[in-house]
């Protein structure tokens, strides 16, 4: 044993020799081999992971070492995967965030088209002035209304509409299709949210009519006004078509008010005036159907001065959301010059006077509420901006505002961006546009949207992101967003 090494992986094999000697036993030991373990480990940006083994390759002798997956490695995995996959997401974090300068990445905005709407025949010499704008729901067609902006006493000009639609010949480009006149400035005009020919729009003297776009003929058999008279003769500020679920409930009231079946396509459209008045009517532009269900005078029971009327929005309902992210879905906010803003519930309409539907007054703005928009991605959320360049974000379960955020340059319009939580539009009153995060207080870096004084800005809601802008000399840009170059984090949602 002297001559041994002091390697303890040398093999030694000898005879053990018991100093008691016992007949028919004997015990051999021999150390034939060796083998070697490690352990390595890799870190990259896959989460994927899996396992392959054999029972041949365990070499194992004992029946329960057979056995495959091992006793134990469920449970072994279900205490470490959690933790690894963790480690992994915020790896992904940081390598999505690191970039070689803190500042976010600036996005540039292509300029599709820009339209001269006072140049087209018809426009006249005079300039005017981009109203309202709507895309139609499957976003290749554009109404464009043109007009005065100031009127000193009543309005005397007349009003136009001209519509614009993608020609495959043209490019892919808006191509001029028709006009829609009338005796008074168009001030609002909104298409269906779904049926693509229908579109609404509303006067500077208190008239609504409807047209069906896709009617052949001349243009009187298009259209369907709503009876004279309606919003006191005063200007209708703006337009909303309702969907499905909102639709219903008030086909409803009108079935039970009336005692008439409904028609399959009848639709409803609210209207809003300056005289302080909300109008629900029930159209059918196949059945030529314009019907009043009810008239709301809000404010109208504190017996003081009927407010005017600039903006109002609906809120959206989403069934499928979980329990605890339910709202009511009988909520509207309307927003007055003002600055006043007034939530509002569904009410049926009454026997001798026309309902309030006011059930509590917002901590609102200093001047006159330019816009009011329900969030698409976040129940109960809503935004207003005024023309003092303040935007608020509001939820309807308290009356003081979530937040209140000074924008550095004046404002004129605004619209959410339908794909983008937390983000809108801004249009700004020097010229061109901006995209403001509301989520978190800030500009979202884009250039290219520079342009005239702003009058009216649209997004689409369908296929590519592209942005109509109006300005105050007739002309209207398009603009498109690169898909996918925005950033969208759970924070965007948190307001």
Same mark, same amino acid.
């Given at each position: 044993m002297?001559?041994?090494? %002091?390697?303890?992986?040398?093999?030694?094999?000898?005879?053990? #020799? !018991? *100093?008691?000697?016992?007949?028919?036993? $004997? &015990? %051999?030991?021999?150390?034939?081999?060796?083998?070697?373990?490690? #352990? !390595? *480990?890799?870190?990259?940006?896959?989460? $994927? &992971?899996?396992?392959?083994?054999?029972?041949?390759?365990?070499?194992?002798?004992?029946?329960?070492?057979?056995?495959?997956?091992?006793?134990?490695?469920?449970?072994?995995?279900?205490?470490?995967?959690?933790?690894?996959?963790?480690?992994?997401?915020?790896?992904?974090?940081?390598?999505?965030?690191?970039?070689?300068?803190?500042?976010?990445?600036?996005?540039?905005?292509?300029?599709?088209?820009?339209?001269?709407?006072?140049?087209?025949?018809?426009?006249?010499?005079?300039?005017?002035?981009?109203?309202?704008l709507s895309w139609s729901s499957a976003g290749n067609s554009l109404a464009v209304s043109t007009g005065k902006l100031q009127h000193e006493n009543w309005c005397t000009h007349d009003g136009l509409i001209r519509i614009y639609t993608v020609k495959r010949t043209a490019g892919d480009k808006l191509v001029h299709l028709m006009d829609v006149t009338e005796k008074n400035c168009v001030s609002a005009v909104k298409y269906h949210p779904s049926l693509s020919t229908i579109l609404a729009y509303g006067t500077t003297s208190g008239e609504v009519v409807m047209c069906n776009l896709g009617e052949s003929g001349n243009l009187e058999e298009m259209q369907l006004a709503s009876p004279s008279g309606c919003h006191g003769s005063k200007r209708v500020s703006a337009l909303q078509w309702a969907d499905s679920p909102l639709a219903n409930t008030y086909l409803t009231m009108q079935i039970n008010n009336t005692g008439k079946r409904r028609g399959a396509s009848d639709q409803i459209l609210f209207s809003s005036g300056s005289d302080g008045t909300l109008n629900v009517w029930q159209v059918n532009a196949y059945l030529k159907i314009f019907e009043i269900v009810v008239s709301y005078v809000v404010n109208g029971s504190r017996k003081v001065a009927a407010p005017d009327i600039t903006c109002f929005d609906f809120i959206k309902c989403c069934p499928l959301r979980p329990s605890d992210e339910r709202v009511p879905g009988d909520i509207f906010v309307v927003g007055t010059k003002s600055g006043t803003l007034f939530v509002c519930k569904i009410k049926p309409p009454q026997q001798l006077e026309r309902p309030d539907p006011v059930y509590e007054v917002l901590e609102g703005h200093r001047t006159c509420v330019l816009n009011v928009a329900f969030s698409f991605q976040k129940p109960g959320i809503f935004i207003s901006a005024s023309i003092d360049s303040e935007l608020r974000v509001y939820d309807i379960s308290q009356a003081c505002p979530l937040k209140v955020l000074q924008i550095e340059s004046p404002i004129s319009c605004v619209c959410w961006l339908p794909r983008q939580p937390g983000v809108c539009v801004l249009g700004l009153s020097p010229g061109g546009a901006m995209l403001y995060n509301a989520s978190c207080g800030r500009r979202v870096p884009v250039d290219g949207l520079a342009g005239g004084a702003s009058s009216a800005v649209a997004a689409e809601q369908s296929g590519s992101c592209r942005i109509a802008c109006g300005d105050a000399e007739g002309r209207v840009r398009v603009w498109e967003l690169p898909p996918r170059r925005m950033r969208c984090v759970p924070d965007d949602l948190d307001f």
């Open positions: 002297s001559n041994l090494s %002091s390697y303890d992986s040398e093999a030694v094999g000898f005879d053990s #020799v !018991s *100093s008691k000697k016992r007949a028919g036993t $004997s &015990c %051999s030991t021999q150390t034939s081999g060796f083998n070697e373990s490690g #352990v !390595s *480990s890799q870190t990259n940006l896959s989460k $994927s &992971c899996g396992t392959m083994a054999t029972p041949e390759e365990l070499n194992a002798q004992d029946d329960i070492l057979k056995e495959y997956p091992p006793p134990g490695l469920t449970e072994f995995l279900r205490r470490v995967v959690p933790a690894m996959i963790e480690q992994l997401d915020e790896d992904d974090k940081e390598v999505y965030g690191s970039s070689d300068s803190e500042e976010e990445e600036t996005i540039t905005a292509k300029l599709f088209q820009e339209i001269r709407v006072a140049d087209c025949n018809g426009a006249g010499d005079q300039a005017t002035s981009v109203l309202a």
